[in-house]
């Protein structure tokens, strides 16, 4: 079994910043490609950005020049830095990881129970 547990969410002030964590556990065998994905009320899931693991990465237009993405793949662990937060950013952040286990099951993408960011004044 696989878990991903998000951390680091909560409430901010247009401008501020906060940094998500989402750790992978369980009887893993490789990480690959990870990412962060966001959906607000009303609206379709959307990628925010992903990461492999040797460290290439991509954003989502929202994302650009104002989130990075990192990870540490000794510790399954993948985050988000989020800087110059608006009003639109408000939305429950998902964290999702391609994970393959120590048998015969073929890997796949687990999910994360995601976390809430809300940015108001």
């Known amino acids: 079994q696989v878990q991903l547990v998000e951390s680091g969410g909560g409430l901010v002030q247009p401008g501020g910043s906060l940094r998500l964590s989402c750790a992978a556990s369980?009887?893993?065998?490789?990480?690959?490609?990870m990412g962060w994905y966001r959906q607000a009320p009303g609206k379709e899931r959307e990628v925010v950005a992903t990461?492999?693991?040797?460290?290439?990465?991509n954003y989502g237009d929202s994302a650009k020049g104002r989130f990075t993405i990192s990870r540490d793949n000794a510790k399954n662990t993948v985050y988000l830095q989020m800087n110059s937060l608006k009003p639109e950013d408000t939305a429950v952040y998902y964290c999702?990881?391609?994970?393959?286990?120590?048998?015969?099951?073929?890997?796949?993408?687990?999910w994360g129970q995601g976390t809430q960011v809300t940015v108001s004044p």
């Open positions: 990461i492999t693991s040797g460290g290439g990465t």
């Open positions: 999702n990881a391609f994970v393959a286990l120590p048998s015969t099951t073929m890997p796949r993408y687990y």
């Open positions: 369980g009887n893993i065998f490789s990480v690959g490609l």
